[in-house]
């Protein structure tokens, strides 16, 4: 029993990073009072004090719930009455493990933005973490929540695509394809290794292909081949990968995240292949998924119909033909963080089908990332993870 087992209404949320001009940060905020379950109530929004004051009241924080540095947060937030229950970690990646931690020992919920870290050695410190701590920990892998993606796994899980054989999935964006300008904040910490640790393209967007790939299909890996590229003058880290893989039970697979494939915008496309059919499904036409019987027609199912599973149909807001994307999917992360929490107010177990990736899903996404780079360097050996 948690002492806020008698709270009522939105759980008292914070948030670290996200302060102005920061995209994820404001996807973020917009999630979470989608649906009507959180109530942002505090914020260390930048590392730089100035800016982090300038945030909080844009965004209309009480002064005295705006804060200069996560430490100084956790503390107090822990020592108020109505302080927060939850706090959202927007940062850049090597700042994940130091401000999760202050706030998982003092029991405050931690909903982190991927990859769980930079590094696999803070990987496993903030899992540890986390483990000690009893707090909830969620990792916002945002499209494990489209619908369309839940349908996949569910169908995948009754058998209709039969025994895996094939799993193809990509990511692909061209936003890195010269050198960026030095006020792109954006790609200026993604592309440095301090900040983002061992990965460029191979973290930023090749643990959300790998994350999806694992997470629809439910596969075990057993090893990977990459082939790590960093195709712009001068760069540090990858912004180009192939890799293949191998699954338990002898499914393979091949993944390609790139951040300068020319004229692509955010790209991300899963294909899957079985004994008797295959699926597809791609993000930037997120409400249909194709099912491709051997030897028949394809079927485009469209979200929210009568013949789509509960799972899915549970998660969609707007009846067929009204478009859902992006933000309504990383919402339905954040309405199951708040099931989540309010389950573990009163010591009671997590609800089963909540959408819920977590620390240890992050470990393996960091562990992909580092057997990457070890693959790419013994010149695209086989490693396991």
């Not at 109505?82 to 931690?110: C, Q, S, W, Y």
């Not at 796994?153 to 030095?182: C, F, H, K, M, N």
Request: hydrophobic share 40%; with cysteine; net charge neutral.
């Amino acid at each position: 029993m948690s002492r806020f087992a008698d709270r009522k209404g939105p759980i008292r949320l914070g948030m670290v990073g996200g302060g102005t001009g920061a995209m994820i940060g404001a996807v973020h905020r917009t999630a979470a009072r989608l649906d009507g379950h959180f109530d942002l109530v505090a914020g260390a929004l930048s590392s730089t004090p100035e800016r982090a004051q300038a945030s909080g009241a844009d965004i209309g924080l009480d002064p005295s719930r705006i804060y200069d540095d996560f430490t100084e947060m956790a503390k107090r937030e822990a020592r108020l009455k109505d302080g927060i229950e939850a706090v959202a970690i927007v940062t850049p990646n090597h700042m994940h493990l130091p401000a999760a931690r202050e706030f998982l020992k003092r029991g405050i919920h931690v909903i982190c933005d991927k990859p769980l870290t930079g590094t696999l050695a803070d990987a496993k410190k903030l899992q540890s973490a986390a483990d000690k701590s009893g707090a909830l920990f969620m990792l916002t892998h945002t499209y494990v929540g489209y619908p369309m993606v839940v349908e996949a796994r569910t169908r995948i899980a009754a058998g209709e695509l039969g025994d895996i054989r094939l799993v193809q999935v990509e990511y692909a964006q061209d936003w890195l394809s010269t050198a960026p300008a030095p006020d792109n904040k954006q790609a200026d910490w993604r592309t440095d290794p301090a900040r983002s640790g061992a990965g460029g393209a191979t973290g930023d967007i090749g643990t959300h292909a790998w994350h999806l790939a694992r997470h629809i299909t439910g596969l075990q890996p057993e090893a990977l081949a990459a082939d790590l590229q960093a195709f712009v003058p001068g760069r540090a880290l990858d912004d180009n990968a192939h890799v293949l893989m191998r699954f338990e039970g002898g499914a393979r697979g091949m993944l390609w995240c790139s951040q300068v494939a020319a004229g692509l915008e955010n790209g991300l496309r899963i294909r899957v292949f079985g004994t008797k059919a295959g699926l597809s499904w791609a993000q930037e036409h997120p409400n249909h998924l194709t099912i491709t019987p051997i030897g028949g027609a394809a079927q485009v199912i469209t979200r929210g119909l009568a013949e789509t599973s509960q799972a899915s149909r549970q998660r969609t807001r707007i009846p067929p033909g009204h478009p859902e994307g992006y933000f309504e999917a990383f919402a339905n992360l954040y309405t199951d963080a708040a099931t989540a929490i309010r389950a573990h107010r009163v010591g009671e177990p997590l609800p089963d089908g909540l959408i819920f990736p977590t620390v240890a899903e992050g470990v393996e996404g960091v562990a992909f990332v580092d057997a990457c780079v070890r693959s790419s360097k013994r010149n695209a050996a086989w490693v396991t993870l």
